[in-house]
């Protein structure tokens, strides 16, 4: 049984789909006994992470910290395969930039997050066509994702 929890430092309070598209993404993915964890934080907070972390000056959408990056962490049977960090403000630009939902962008930055914990990455073009592709494979699941919502 797959287990994540979700923390609102943000209080945005309207992360329903992330359950939904975490779900379909670690059953597509054929993952079992994993755990990791979600935070929704503000612009200063990924900033913060972003800086001291990436030695990236900057404010993000999302962060990923796999732990499964230098060897497979299992604990009583089940992987802990890291964190993500969503920066809901950025969110909410992106979701008005691309001219869709804000459930829409929360859910791809959701399974984006997913995907790099799950050790895929978009650093070259072959690289970025299959996440992409398991991106939109997930998303399209949901109609309260699909593009032009």
Do not use: W
């Not at 992330?18 to 059953?27: A, D, E, I, Q, W």
Request: glycine share 4%; with cysteine; net charge negative.
């Amino acid at each position: 049984m797959n287990k994540f929890v979700i923390n609102d430092e943000y209080g945005y309070q309207n992360y329903k789909i992330l359950n939904k598209v975490f779900k379909t993404t670690l059953k597509l993915e054929k993952v079992n006994n994993a755990f990791f964890s979600v935070v929704l934080v503000d612009e200063d907070t990924i900033h913060k992470i972003n800086k001291e972390y990436r030695n990236k000056d900057s404010v993000t959408d999302v962060i990923s910290f796999a732990f499964e990056d230098n060897d497979k962490r299992v604990y009583n049977k089940t992987r802990i395969l890291g964190e993500i960090y969503i920066c809901i403000p950025r969110m909410k630009e992106q979701a008005k930039a691309f001219g869709h939902s804000e459930t829409r962008e929360l859910a791809f930055l959701g399974v984006h997050g997913l995907l790099h914990l799950l050790g895929y990455d978009h650093m070259n073009k072959e690289d970025e066509t299959v996440m992409f592709a398991k991106q939109e494979l997930v998303l399209n699941e949901y109609s309260e994702t699909k593009r032009g919502d």
